[in-house]
């Protein structure tokens, strides 16, 4: 039967190569990644921003700061920093 086993178990020997468990560190890196992704997107706050052809843009953030932050380089830079163009008016929200 074969036993599953922690990094310091592996660490210490009689386990896969390093690079085999430099490779579980990358995957478990990309999960821990993809799992922050995944809250983010079910909580947290959102900056939005409506622009002179009618659209609105949204982005999502971890916290209010964040996407106050967001809101306020808009107005300041315009889309892209570029200082052309600038939203009509712009604004944060908890996601709910």
Known sequence: MNKKRSY???LLGGGPS?????????IDSIIVK???ARDIKTSGWTSNAEWPDGSVSSD????????????KLLMRDGYGGDKKVFPIRVWSEEKQ
């Open 18 to 26: 390093k690079t085999s468990i430099a490779t579980h560190l990358q």
């Open 60 to 71: 999502n953030h971890s916290t209010k700061e964040q996407a106050d932050g967001v809101c």
């Open 34 to 36: 993809n799992r922050f």
């Open 8 to 10: 310091s178990e592996l």
